[in-house]
């Protein structure tokens, strides 16, 4: 549970090389995000203990990369159903470490069944993340279970939500429930996991690195852009450049008046084909890139890729872009070309990029516009801020001023203050513990 940057991947190869050192010849197996096989565990492996042997294994090459008799092999967080159904794979191997552990924290998904059922195999198990509960207490439950089977929160997840969570009715049915967090639910489910649980928070460990200042950069839309918005949110309709959008319910609505404030808006119909609204913002963000040598940029939407594009092209700026468009090979190439100089910005999707990328080139970590998973937005801004930075950093949440972004904004801090009070939790039994 420790905070991202903390170095977690030199800590867990560090366990590996002291296991080996003791005699060890158990194999072991991580898995990660795809991102982050190579341009994390390789990288970090090749760097800090090059004796030790390991192999990627992707969907084209998983078969020979097992086969090989080495130490280590690194596999992407969707390779655990493949594995599951091929268990001839898995022998030789004795310890499994989980990096980004929530995305397994849905007990219902497929690939996190199939985690469940790999992680039976393994006499060690170690899971790592930096914000293991970003909405609700119950997040920590199926993450829980792989790690220990369900000794600590039990084995069945109804009767874990029943003892933490109470129900509220915000429908006719009396099946349409909303589930909160019951007061002091954080701290008893800690009180049960606290004997497995080690946090260290950035601040404590990396004191050598300068600070990060976070501050939103607020910024009035255009005369347009605001009708447009003001006239969507009044009546669920607006037409845009001769294609009518419909919000269905308040969710779609959010979600539509969000597009509206970032320049463009989704008609329905092409997952890709979208209404440009306003340059606006894309003009704004090119304007803040253009302050710093070397900045990192989280977009949310297929427009906001292409639209920087245009604009960073057309201004002269050496950009790269990772999202999932992307190819894994083409990835790392571009982390290690960004933190060589080559760019002066990068384009990252939260979902490839905000996890355990090392960007530390980077002076400013700049959010297009807001997203709303809080853990996804404090993992960004520790791409730039972790333990090789040098420089003192800025992150930049660019928020329309009079937009529904100031509510999420805001509601992204309830999230961050709530996983933060459980993680400080982690943090004051360590130091009970250490007396």
Known sequence: MSAPGTGKTLAHLLIINDDYNLGSDGRTLVVCPKTLMRSAWGHEVDDYFPWLSYSIADAKNREAAFAIDTQIVITNTDAVTALVKNPKLMRG??????????????ATSQRSKAMRQLSKQFRRRLLLTGTPNPNSVTELWHQMLILDGGKRLGPSYYHFRGSVQQAEQVGPSANMLKWH??????????????????RHAF??????????HVARYPFELNKKTQKIYEEFATNMVAIINEERVNAVHASSLRQKLLQIASGAVYDGGEERSYALVDTQRYELGADIIDQYQHSVVFFNWFHQREEMSKLLTSRGIRFAIIDGLVAQRDRDR?????????????????RTGAHGLTLTRGEACIILSPFY???LLKQAIHRI?????DKVTNTILIQATNTVEEMVYNRLDEKTVNMNDFLELVVASQ???AR
Do not use: C, W
């Open 373 to 375: 998973e809080a853990d």
């Open 431 to 433: 130091r009970r513990r």
């Open 93 to 106: 191997f004795d310890k499994l470490i989980v990096d980004e552990s929530t995305t397994f924290k849905h």
């Open 181 to 198: 967090d019951k007061p002091g639910a954080s701290d008893a489910v800690f009180s049960l996991i606290s004997d497995i649980s080690i």
């Open 334 to 350: 571009i982390v290690d070309e960004f933190q060589e100089g080559k760019y002066q910005t990068i384009l990252l999707h939260p």
């Open 203 to 212: 601040e404590d460990v990396m004191t050598h690195v300068p600070p990060n």
């Open 385 to 389: 801020y972790r333990g090789a930075q």
